[in-house]
Every structure is written in structure tokens, then in C-alpha cells.
């Protein structure tokens, strides 16, 4: 089991606010598991006792639309936290946090979080303004969907994943996803998803090795209106 203290996760999320010795009391007490692809992490509506730390794989929170139907809300990768805003709140969760890929997650108990959000200030400072940063990007998506086509909104998609995740060996995005997962991300029908997809290879925008996408031109994706 990895130790807090020395782990390289801390750095990209609010533990690194943290001091060594509060870092070596989480360790003491946290527990690591391994979440399968497709796996729940925890459910919308849920009371959380504690939060996640994600050391690897991607997950995505997405949040039941009145249709029944999921809207992804954002895409979870290795260093972030899950579940700070619920504990802080004290409220149950607002979304669903699902596995993309097998991943590995620390849960550290909400005691230990609290404590810590009571005693450091640069703790709590830095935890706020990562929730701000949430907010900020949720002020943009509701934009994007109100302003943008989905063709645009699809090619922003794929360019972020490509900045964001990276690429495999082949050139194809490290991301897998489906195309119901495309449609959930963009906020539009699967069947239009996959046709715009189908559209972006016509024009030469992507390539597709199977199930994986490969972005073959990134400035054409870029100048898409």
C-alpha cells in the first residue's frame, strides 16, 4: 500500500496542502481498492463517509436527466479527489461516479478529512478553489450546450480528450469510449453522435481502429463552427 506522504498523487490534488505529518495520520487510516471498468464508485443520492483519491485509471460523474437518461458532467482521471463537495456540504451526492477503466482509489474517511479542513487553511483554501475551478467549468458546459452545434460541441470533445488523456502507441486516444459515452459528454442522441463521428471520418478529422478513435487533424477539429 502506497504511503501518503510519499506518493506522487498528492501533488495534483489538495493533499499536497497538507503537512507530512497529517499526510503519514491519512495513511494510517485510509483504505486502497480496485475498481473494475464499468464498476460504480458511488451512486447519486448517496451519504459518503469519506472521499476518494484516484491513484489510477479514468472514471466519469454524470447525473440521471429527467428523461432517465445519464448526462456525463465530467471526465475523473488519476490525482483527483471524489466526494469533497458532499462531505463539505454534508449533503448526499449529486452524481454518479463510474469506472471507465479499471482504476485504483484511496479512500480516506471524512473524519480525517475534516479534521484537516479545521485545522489548515491552506488545506481548505486549496480545496475551495478546486471547487471553484469545478464551478467555473460547469458555467461553460451549460454555454457550450446552449450556444454551440453538436458538431462543434463533439469536436471540442475529442480535442480535449487528446490534450487531457493523451494517446496510445498507435496514435488512437488512450480514452476509450463508447459512442453512448460520446452522446452522454456532448448532451445529445447516440444516434447523432455516431453520425457526426461518421461525418468527422468522411472530412478526414479522425481515423478508427476498431472501437478506438484517432485524431488525424486537430486544427481542422479546432476550426469546426
Given at each position: ?20 505529518e ?17 464498476e460504480?464508485?458511488f ?14 485509471g ?7 436527466s429527467?428523461n ?11 490525482g ?5 463537495r ?12 463510474t ?18 479542513l ?29 450556444q454551440?452545434s453538436?458538431?462543434?460541441r463533439?469536436?471540442e ?11 496510445n ?16 459528454i ?9 453520425r457526426?463521428l461518421s461525418?468527422?471520418?468522411?472530412e478526414g ?6 472501437k478506438?478513435?484517432?485524431v488525424?487533424?486537430?486544427d481542422?477539429?479546432?476550426r469546426?463552427?
Amino acid at each position: 500500500m502506497s504511503k501518503c506522504e510519499s506518493c506522487i498523487i498528492k501533488q495534483f490534488n489538495s493533499l499536497k496542502s497538507l503537512s507530512k505529518e497529517e499526510l503519514i495520520r491519512i495513511s494510517a487510516c485510509k483504505t486502497s481498492r480496485t475498481v473494475k471498468k464499468g464498476e460504480i464508485i458511488f451512486d447519486e443520492g448517496e451519504m459518503l463517509n469519506g472521499v476518494f483519491c484516484v491513484r489510477e485509471g479514468i472514471g466519469k460523474l454524470t447525473k440521471l436527466s429527467a428523461n432517465g437518461k445519464d448526462q456525463t458532467v465530467t471526465l475523473v482521471v488519476k490525482g483527483e479527489l471524489l466526494g469533497q463537495r458532499s462531505i463539505i456540504s454534508d449533503e448526499r451526492t449529486n452524481l454518479r461516479a463510474t469506472a471507465l477503466n479499471d482504476m485504483e482509489l484511496c479512500f480516506i474517511p471524512k473524519s480525517e478529512i475534516m479534521k484537516d479542513l479545521n485545522n489548515n487553511p491552506n488545506f481548505t483554501l486549496d480545496l475551495l478553489k478546486r471547487m471553484a475551478l469545478d464551478l467555473k467549468e460547469a458555467d461553460n458546459v451549460i454555454v457550450n450546450m446552449a450556444q454551440k452545434s453538436v458538431r462543434q460541441r463533439l469536436a471540442e470533445a475529442l480535442l480535449n480528450i487528446n490534450e487531457s488523456f493523451g494517446t496510445n502507441a498507435d496514435g488512437t486516444l488512450s480514452v476509450l469510449l463508447s459512442r453512448e459515452d460520446f452522446a452522454s459528454i456532448v448532451g445529445t442522441a447516440t444516434e447523432s453522435a455516431i453520425r457526426v463521428l461518421s461525418q468527422f471520418k468522411k472530412e478526414g478529422l479522425i481515423s478508427t481502429v476498431g472501437k478506438k478513435i484517432k485524431v488525424e487533424n486537430l486544427d481542422g477539429l479546432r476550426r469546426i463552427e
